[in-house]
């Protein structure tokens, strides 16, 4: 089945720093990768994803990018705000058609944004 | 428009007991699909249904089970419950796009 490893773990950076997680996926099946922030004790929420036929979307202060051929896709963050501390999950998923299938989600990296 | 909702928001169980936590989708979604987030994890995918049957499911034992009602409301079921069932059970929902989630009930097992 798919493996979802993302890194760091941990990321600390400063207000008005760029902040970048990374994820490496095994299955040249997925086709879907979105990316959650979770703040403590709620839900998670989409922040932004991507399919396999687009290698980059940006939604203003957040961006995603794709390498089918080494799979693996990055979260970029910019003018880090502290309101963008948080918890965040890649994940990747086999869609079909027009159903969306299960999410296999990495480790998740606590993002701290120091005013 | 209401979104995905959960009941019940807590839940204590001892070691043995069954369980039942309930999910009812965003508007006019018709999938729901169940996952367990262990703290400090990742959430794990449990199983799916569509259409009133389990279309995929996760590596959990046959001690988790569900059901999808006409109405794609769906319940979680655990049975024999031990400690390491303790987690954050999240339903999500979608109609073949973004998978929204809910609030998620804490189970936590003595």
């Known amino acids: 089945g798919e493996n979802v490893e993302q890194h760091p773990s941990t990321l600390s950076v400063q207000e008005g720093d760029s902040a970048v997680i990374k994820c490496t996926y095994s299955d040249s099946a997925s086709n879907y990768f979105p990316w959650y922030k979770q703040e403590l004790g709620k839900r998670p929420q989409l922040i932004i994803d991507i399919r396999s036929n687009v290698g980059e979307k940006k939604d203003q202060r957040i961006a995603v990018t794709l390498n089918k051929t080494a799979k693996h896709f990055s979260l970029h963050i910019t003018e880090t705000q502290p309101e963008d501390s948080a918890v965040y999950f890649c994940?990747?998923?086999?869609?079909?058609?027009?159903?969306?299938?299960?999410?296999?989600f990495g480790q998740g990296t606590i993002l701290t944004v120091h005013p | 428009d209401a979104g995905v909702t959960q009941s019940p928001t807590h839940l204590i169980k001892t070691r043995g007991q069954q369980v039942t936590l309930r999910c009812s989708p965003k508007?006019?979604?018709?999938?729901v699909s169940w996952y367990q987030q262990a703290l400090g994890q990742g959430p794990q995918f449990i199983f799916q249904y569509y259409e009133e049957e389990e279309r995929q499911r996760g590596n959990f034992p046959d001690r988790f089970s569900g059901h999808q009602f006409p109405n794609y409301s769906s319940e979680l079921n655990v049975n024999a419950l031990l400690l390491g069932d303790s987690a954050l059970y999240l339903c999500a929902s979608t109609l073949g796009g973004e998978q929204f989630f809910g609030p998620g009930t804490r189970l936590t097992v003595l």
């Open positions: 994940a990747a998923s086999s869609a079909g058609g027009t159903s969306y299938g299960k999410l296999t």
């Open positions: 508007s006019g979604h018709d999938t």
